[in-house]
Each structure stands twice: as C-alpha cells, then as structure tokens.
C-alpha cells in the first residue's frame, strides 16, 4: 500500500513539476496534443503554410479544397494560359514566336514538381501526420543538445524557403508584368475587355506560379529538416564517444546508432521517390530548354527567357537542397566509423597502460600516453571525423570484444540515405553530375550536326 501523502509533500511535488514544464521545450511536453495549434507552437507555421497551399487534410472539407486548388492551379491554370496567350502580329516577327514556345515549355515541369509534391504530401499526411512525418514523436529519446538544435532548425526551415521563393517571385512578378503587357489574352468565345481579360490571366498565372513553386519547395525543406535531425543525433553520437555524457558505453551506443539506422531507413523510404522522379523531371526540363534555346535564331531577352530561367533557378536550387542534405548525413553517417576506431584504440591503449602500471613498465606508459595525445590532438579537414576522444583511466573500459563487435557492427552499417540502395554520397553526385554533362554534350554535339 502507497503511504499517504501529506498536504506538505503535495506542494512540494506541484512546485517541482511546475519547474520542470518551464524547463521543457514546448515540443517534449506530454500535454502537447498533434491537434493543437497554440501561440509558441514550434510547427505553427508549418500549419500556416499548409492551409495557405490549401493542404489541410485534416477534414473532408479541406481535403475537398486542397484536391480542387490542386487541379485548378496545376493543371486547368497553365492550360488556359497555354491556350488563350498570343503574340501580336506587330511583335511576333522579331520573336517568332519565342516567349509563347517558352512559356509551354515551362509549364510541363512546373506542374510536374508540384505534382510529385502534391502526391508526397497527401501520402505523408493521411499515413504518418506532421509531428511523424518530421519525427517530432520520438525526440523524448534524444539529448538536449539534440533537441534544442533541432528547435532551432525549425527555425531555420522557413528561412530556406524564403531565401528561395522570395527572388524567384520578385522576378517572375517583373517578368509577368512585361509579358502580360506585350502579349494578347483571348478567352473561348471571343468576349471581354482585352485589359480585364489580360488582369484576370495575370493573376491566375501568378497563383499558379506561386502555389506550384511553393509546393515543390515545401517538399524539399521538409526533407532538409529531416536531414538536419539525423545530422545533429550523428553529432551527439560523437559526443558520446568524447566521454562526454555518462553511461556512453559500447551497449547504449550501439542501441542508439540502431534507433538513428532505423529512422534514416524510414526517410530514404520515404523521399526516394521524390528525388527520383524531380531530377528525371529537372534533366529533361534543362535539356529540353538548351535545344530550344539553341535551336532558337531569335534574340534571347528578358522578355522571351525569363520565365525559363526562373524555373531553372527554383528547379535546381531546391534539388540542390535536397542532395546536398542528404550527401551530408550520409558523409556523417560514414565518418562514424573512424571516430569508432579511434575509439577503440584509444581504449585498448588505456587499459594496456593501466594494466602495465602496476608492473612499473614505464615506457608502456610513455607508448600509451603518446598514443593518446596522438589521437586526441590529430586534426582532420573533414568535420564529421574532428573528435577528441578522452578516455580517463579510472573508468573500466568496456571489454576488447564488445569494443571490436562494435566496430565491426558500425562498418558493415555506416550508410545514410539511400536510394534503391545506392548511398546518396558524394560519389552518386559525381555520377550524376557526370552523366548530366555528358547529356549536355550530346545535346551540343548534335545541335552543331543540325547546324551545318
């Protein structure tokens, strides 16, 4: 039986807890519900920015509305606007034709990021939710380095995609604003005031832009933040090889890389298809542009290429976002394997020197000393392999086999983000990159064949 408590010990207990839900970030909170939306709400612009995109799948109604602003702004936007824009007659011979070819051009890309993202985000969000999708659920395991960090990259997500969508937007308003003012629109049925009819395509075409561009973005930001969280579990991993938290012994590291394996496979499930599918869109996108371009003998402005050059620079930049997280967690991933090492042998050094003490082996001690002021002051360029690993003779280190298992656990599992696995490291860049180049060679090689 529970002894009774006294109205002494009740306050007590109240002042603690009240203390330690000050201290505890919003996030970690148990009485933090998914459905909530309050004022210091770490994900509250994510939910702002999921209704202003019309994503809100949480009722039928919003689903209703996401699926129809989908269709409307994708696919029945860009038709019309492909349909109804033409060029003068007093201009389209110093053209020919060209902003108009441009602008069809960019509307197939455009529209099929969005729909890869749009495909995405529905799948994440009926199957995982956002607080799953962003792995919000399983941080009450992390450190608090971990979790603050990764409050910080909260932070820090929306900043990315400002940097990005901002500019682009700013110059696709300029360049919409001298297209829509050269160009003539002309609605099925032939009726209307030409300037109303071409205010109305302006502000159709814009959202259209906007809502595309900003769903494609959203997809690649939410996948930079996951990365961002493994990265920061692979620097706390390090930690616990410096010594610096207690109880880092080769068990609770090896449950805890375990537990980082198991959500990093999830992410490369996740997002495998969307990498996939945008950069088979973006290549055939940029090489479609380079032999219109240089198929093309007009003149090549802002008037007639803008457009291009901002879906290019959006297309790429969040591509771009995307790999270049991935490459870094998997090169972190990687590196752990030689902090492991050092690790090992920092020990085994140690409880050699230990054992050799008592013996008055002096120059066993000066070997061991010199090894680990060796390793605990080499320096290397990469950071995911920068760690000084202190390991303090009065701490039983774990036994030589644990140590070993661990290490040979760590090298056979030192992948990161995967794709139908291949590791997304800097060697698949390469790969890429040059096969990339060689399309474009080709394309070239052809092109001058075409001229001749």
């Known amino acids: 039986m529970n002894p ?84 003068p007659s007093s201009t389209q011979d110093c053209a020919q034709d060209g902003p108009v070819s441009f602008n069809k051009l960019v509307q197939f890309p455009e529209s099929g990021l969005a729909l890869v993202g749009f495909f995405i985000l529905s799948r994440f969000f009926s199957k995982y939710g956002l607080r799953q999708l962003l792995f919000l659920d399983g941080l009450q395991e992390d450190s608090l380095f971990v979790r603050r960090g ?33 160009v003539r629109v002309s609605f099925p049925g032939g009726g209307g005031d030409p300037w109303i009819n071409s205010i109305v395509m302006f502000v159709l075409v814009l959202a259209s832009w906007v809502y595309r561009t900003g769903l494609y973005l959203l997809v690649c930001v939410m996948f930079r933040l996951t990365c961002e969280l493994h990265i920061l579990r692979f620097e706390g991993l390090h930690n616990m090889f410096e010594g610096r938290r207690s109880g880092s012994d080769a068990g609770f590291i090896f449950r805890e890389h375990l537990r980082i394996r198991k959500q990093l496979s999830a992410t490369s499930h996740r997002y495998r298809f969307f990498i996939i599918a945008s950069l088979v869109v973006i290549s055939i996108n940029q090489m479609g542009a380079l032999l219109l371009i240089l198929g093309t003998h007009a003149d090549k402005s802002f008037f007639n290429s803008g457009e291009l050059v901002v879906c290019s620079a959006v297309e790429l930049s969040g591509f771009f976002l995307c790999v270049l997280g991935a490459a870094r967690i998997t090169h972190r991933a990687q590196g752990i394997t030689s902090v492991a090492t050092r690790w090992h042998m920092t020990a085994t050094c140690a409880s050699v020197g230990g054992s050799d003490s008592g013996k008055g082996n002096a120059g066993e001690a000066a070997d061991h000393d010199q090894c680990r002021d060796s390793t605990s002051s080499s320096s290397d360029s990469d950071s995911s392999s920068d760690v000084n690993i202190k390991v303090l003779s009065s701490q ?57």
């Open 396 to 452: 039983e280190p774990p036994s030589f086999q644990i140590r070993q298992a661990l290490v040979a656990y760590l090298q056979h599992n030192n992948g990161g983000i995967t794709l139908f696995g291949f590791a997304l490291d800097r060697g698949l860049l390469h790969t890429i990159f040059a096969f990339e180049f060689s399309l474009v060679l080709w394309i070239l090689s052809k092109v001058v064949v075409l001229s001749k």
């Open 4 to 87: 009774p408590k006294s109205p002494g010990n009740e306050t007590r207990v109240d002042i603690q807890f009240n203390l330690q839900q000050e201290n505890v970030p919003l996030l970690l909170q148990p009485s933090y519900a998914r459905s909530k939306s309050l004022l210091f709400d770490e994900l509250r612009n994510f939910r702002i920015s999921l209704k202003w995109c019309a994503l809100d799948h949480s009722s039928c109604i919003g689903k209703f509305i996401s699926y129809f602003a989908f269709i409307f702004l994708t696919i029945i936007v860009p038709l019309i606007s492909s349909l109804c824009i033409k060029v």
């Open 150 to 182: 990764y409050t910080r990259e909260l932070d820090k997500a929306f900043r990315y995609l400002a940097c990005i969508l901002l500019p682009s937007f700013f110059v696709e308003l300029a360049h919409k604003i001298i297209y829509f003012s050269t």
